[in-house]
Each structure stands twice: as structure tokens, then as C-alpha cells.
């Protein structure tokens, strides 16, 4: 409850929060737009007088320099007479803050004249650049009133503005040509740098003319949606130009002043929550203290771990109910040290059965095998048999010891071989072939006899030469894995998973050989756990693969 009551405070205070910021951030976007606004309407009026007395002073400057007066009499005016011209035009505009790089005429008679001021471009060279096919298909739409001026941006040249001129003749104002300049576009920068904010102008047919560098390529369209989310944006025509201004506030920009107080505020409400939850905390300490260990000790009893007794504070009621956890606890580790020892008896007592059930088997048909040779064969034979079997009863009889190491147990396979081919007349031949830090691991007893038995006895019944048992054994991360193959007749696959399952079938149960097989599988999962084990893989006519996986760094016992 105390943990709710604090969560519920903490969820009301981020609540109230919010709610105040969207109020101050709606009213302040509702201010900014009309600031914006009336910002944009008086720079408006301001780039229309600045432009009109800009084209005014421009006309005047034409007429000064007379550079079109060579379209009333062609012979007697020369290029470089017209060029000087040129020059003088573009010195006197300068001495006005008025950079012109670029000076093109195009007379009535459809000649061109082109300047520019590092005069290095090649002849024709100009005939490339945007403004010049701009004027070669809009020449007679461009103006549409005596003297007017038009001014265009190209994206070819984008730090130029250029200014076309209707030229007229004083006198009977008649049509002598058209005036292109090229000034930089930092006299459209500097005339509205009082803006405060971000602004684009758009000439009369809603193209671009000039933006500023922060909004670089979002608004080159003047149909860009003005409901846009990142910006604040509004709109003025300029009347008489018939361009638009736009003015342009980044949101996050603007609303960052409320955003540093509401974090401010935030943070100063977090560290109050935080002192009270600390004092509140202390003082519910001694009240839910033993309740604390009750409720953990529960719980790693749920999770199957064994609890400590609880050293619990005196002076409420719940230290009586921890007395009597303690006297629980107890009183269940007492029970389950009893029933640990008698599952353990019990194993053993399996464990040893199994091991004993092998035996027996083996040695009657060790001894039967001796009463045959010492009918058939002469008596040094039967010593050397007798002398083989007294060093595998030696291993498999002496000793308390469940695991040996892998070393001792090849050992024991080879005698074990080496006697049925003595019985046999070397009918088998072997390969044993294991790694060097492989055969220090131990292993259980008597682990890999009884699979060699039934190789011998099963796979070989019917093979009477080239019988072949290969033994591999080798450490991988940690496990260690001794693989044992055969070139029997083998079995059927699913006979062969049946004889490692927990239910034989008919037909193995039958033949009582395959009893050493399945003890080796319950032998293993006894020591080490289900996580171990052996897997057979073989089929009619195949032959058979045992894979035994163990653990490689258990310690003998």
C-alpha cells in the first residue's frame, strides 16, 4: 500500500506536469505564429519598396552607362566599345553595395552580348547556363509591362540572383533589348537579416529565389504543406512584386526555453519525491522488517532453494510467526537429510546389482570356452587363456572403485579381445586410437567390455573373417566422447533405440546378451546425470556405432 500510495503521487505529479506543458507550449506556438506573422507582413512591404527602388536605380544605371545605344546604329559600334560599356556599368553598381559578376544583352535583332566578371568563359559558353535557356523560351512572356524587371534563381548558379530588364527607348519607347545582371545572393541576405527567423521568397510563379542556409532543401516548393510538425511557417505576399515571403521557425528551437523549465520543475518535484520516499522508507523499515524476511524466505523455498533461519527483530507479533519458520525449517532439513541417505543406499544398492548381474554372464562363458579349448587344444594354450582371464577378473573383482581411468579400461579391452581371439584362432582384430590428455579421464567400470561383447557375440555371429572393432576416444569442450564401431551384421534402428529406452521389446528381452548394453545407460545417468549418455546408431547389414559422451574433468572416486 505505502509502495502504491507513492507510485499513484508520483504518476499525478508527471500527469500535472505534461498537462502544463502542452497548455504553455499551445499558448506559446499560438504567440510565436502571430509574432511570425506580423514579422512577415512588415518584411514584405519592406523587400517590395527595397526591390522597386533596387529596379529603379538599375533602369537608371543602364541608361547612364548607354550600353544599349550600339542596337540604333550596328556598323558604326564595336564589341569591345559595348564590353567597355559593360564595365563602366558593372563599376558604378558596385560603388552601391551591388556585386553584378554577370552582365548578358540581348538586342531586338536577337544579338547577345555576354560579360562576366573574371571574363575567362569561352565564346558560346554562356549559352549552357540555365539563364540563358531560360530566356531563349520565355524571352516574349518574361515581361509583361514597359521596363518591368523579373528576378530568377537558377540552380546552377546558386550563389547568383539574376535580374532581367525590359530596356526601352526614351523617346518613343520602343523595345531596344533585355539587360540580365547577375548580383550575388547576399543582397537578398542582407535586406532581410533584421528577420528574426528563417525566411524563403518565392517569385511571381512560385518559384524559388532565395532561402536561408538552416532550411536548405525543405521548402525549394511553395506548395510545401504549412501544417508542417518541425516548423512554424507563415506566408505574405508581396502585392505589387507578386512574390511570397515565408517565414520559418523551428518548434523545437522556439519551445526549448519551456522545455528547460519543465525539466527544471520536473527534476525539482523528482528530488523531493526522493527525500520523502527515503524518510518514508526508514520509518516503515522497523514495521516491515520481519515481514520482508518471511515473505523471501518463502520464496526460495517455492523456487527450490533451502532458506536460512530468519534472525528476525523482536517487539511486534510477526517475530512470533518467524520462530516458528525457524522451528519449521528445522525440522525439513532433519526430513530431507533422511530421505537424501536413503535414496542414496537405494542407488547403490542398484548400482552394485548391476555391475554384479555382469559378472556371472561373463564367466560362464569365459569357463565354458576354457572346457572346450582343454578338450581340443594342448595345455599351453589353456595357461595362456587361464593367464588372460585372472588379469580381467583381477580388474573387474578387485577394488571399491565405481570409475578407473580410460587408460586402464583400454587396457582391460584389449585382454578382453586378445583372449577371444586365443578362444577364437585371432578371428577379430582391433584399433584403439585415443588422444593423450584424453586417457587420464575417468570412466565408469566395465563401461566398454560389455559393448565389445556384444559386438563379438552379435554383430561377428555370422562374419567368420574380417572382423573389425575401432575404438576412438577424444575431449571436445569439456565432454568426453568414445565412439566404438563395428562391421557386423548389425540391427534395426528402432530395435536399437528400444534397447537404450525404458521399456525393452519382446525380442530383446529374449536374448538376455543385450543386458550388459542397458546397464551401461543407467550406469552413466546414476553417475553423472540424464545430461549423459550413449547413443547407437546402426541398421540391417552396417554394422553398428556406439557414441558414449562423459564428462571429462570428474575426479575418480
Not at 582391433?430 to 584424453?438: E, G, R
Request: some cysteine.
Amino acid at each position: 500500500m505505502f509502495l502504491t500510495g507513492l507510485l499513484l503521487l508520483l504518476i499525478m505529479i508527471i500527469s500535472v506536469d505534461s498537462v502544463i506543458y502542452w497548455i504553455y507550449r499551445r499558448d506559446m506556438e499560438k504567440n510565436t505564429a502571430s509574432s511570425l506573422k506580423s514579422g512577415v507582413t512588415v518584411l514584405s512591404e519592406y523587400i517590395q519598396k527595397s526591390i522597386e527602388n533596387f529596379n529603379t536605380v538599375n533602369i537608371s544605371k543602364i541608361r547612364s552607362s548607354r550600353i544599349m545605344d550600339y542596337s540604333r546604329n550596328m556598323t558604326e559600334t564595336t564589341e569591345f566599345v559595348v564590353r567597355r560599356k559593360i564595365r563602366i556599368f558593372a563599376g558604378i553598381s558596385s560603388v552601391n553595395d551591388i556585386d553584378v559578376s554577370e552582365v548578358y544583352i540581348r538586342d531586338n535583332a536577337g544579338n547577345e552580348i555576354y560579360w562576366d566578371e573574371d571574363e575567362d568563359i569561352a565564346d558560346n559558353d554562356y549559352k549552357v547556363k540555365d539563364f540563358h535557356n531560360y530566356i531563349e523560351k520565355n524571352e516574349k512572356q518574361i515581361f509583361k509591362r514597359f521596363g518591368a524587371s523579373v528576378w530568377r534563381y537558377f540552380s546552377d548558379s546558386p550563389d547568383k540572383i539574376y535580374v532581367m530588364t525590359d530596356v526601352r527607348n526614351e523617346n518613343d519607347l520602343s523595345h531596344e533589348g533585355l539587360v540580365c545582371i547577375a548580383i550575388d545572393r547576399h543582397y537578398l541576405e542582407n535586406m532581410t537579416k533584421n528577420f528574426d527567423g528563417n525566411k524563403v521568397l518565392y517569385d511571381e510563379c512560385g518559384n524559388l529565389l532565395y532561402y536561408d542556409e538552416e532550411v536548405s532543401g525543405l521548402f525549394e516548393i511553395k506548395d510545401t504543406a504549412l501544417d508542417n510538425e518541425d516548423y512554424i511557417i507563415s506566408d505574405h505576399d508581396v502585392d505589387k512584386l507578386k512574390w511570397t515571403v515565408r517565414g520559418i521557425i523551428s518548434r523545437d528551437e522556439e519551445l526549448n526555453s519551456a522545455k528547460k523549465l519543465v525539466r527544471t520543475v520536473l527534476l525539482t518535484e523528482i528530488a523531493a519525491f526522493s527525500c520523502v520516499m527515503i524518510i518514508m522508507f526508514f520509518v516503515m523499515g522497523n514495521i516491515t522488517y520481519n515481514i520482508k524476511l518471511l515473505v523471501e524466505s518463502f520464496r526460495r523455498i517455492d523456487s527450490g532453494e533451502n532458506p536460512d533461519r530468519i534472525s528476525y527483530k523482536s517487539g511486534n507479533e510477526i517475530a512470533y510467526v518467524c520462530e516458528e519458520f525457524n522451528q519449521m525449517i528445522t525440522k525439513l532439513k532433519r526430513n530431507a537429510e533422511d530421505l537424501a541417505l536413503n535414496n542414496t543406499l537405494r542407488e547403490r544398492a542398484e548400482y552394485n546389482a548391476l555391475i554384479a548381474q555382469m559378472n556371472p554372464h561373463f564367466l560362464y562363458n569365459v569357463l565354458e570356452s576354457i572346457q572346450s579349448m582343454a578338450l581340443l587344444n594342448s595345455q599351453n594354450e589353456i595357461v595362456e587363456v587361464i593367464q588372460k582371464l585372472s588379469s580381467l577378473l583381477r580388474v573387474s573383482l578387485s577394488g571399491n572403485s565405481v570409475e578407473i581411468r580410460l587408460e586402464e579400461e583400454l587396457n582391460y579391452v584389449r585382454q578382453y579381445i586378445d583372449l577371444q581371439n586365443l578362444i577364437t584362432s585371432k578371428r577379430y582384430s582391433y584399433d584403439i586410437s585415443a588422444d593423450d590428455d584424453s586417457l587420464s579421464c575417468p570412466v565408469p567400470k566395465l563401461i566398454l567390455q560389455p559393448i565389445i561383447e556384444n559386438s563379438i557375440k552379435h554383430g561377428f555371429r555370422d562374419i567368420l573373417n574380417d572382423a573389425v572393432i575401432v575404438i576412438t576416444a577424444f575431449i571436445r569442450q569439456d565432454e568426453l566422447h568414445i565412439i566404438i564401431c563395428d562391421n557386423g551384421t548389425g540391427m534395426e534402428q528402432s530395435l536399437a533405440d528400444k534397447l537404450l529406452a525404458e521399456e525393452e521389446p519382446y525380442e530383446i528381452k529374449r536374448d538376455r546378451a543385450h543386458i550388459g548394453i542397458k546397464s551401461i545407460q543407467k550406469r552413466i545417468s546414476m553417475l553423472y546425470g540424464d545430461s549423459y549418455g550413449m547413443k547407437i546408431e546402426t541398421g540391417i547389414s552396417e554394422g553398428m556405432t556406439v557414441k558414449i559422451v562423459l564428462p571429462s574433468g570428474k575426479e575418480g572416486s
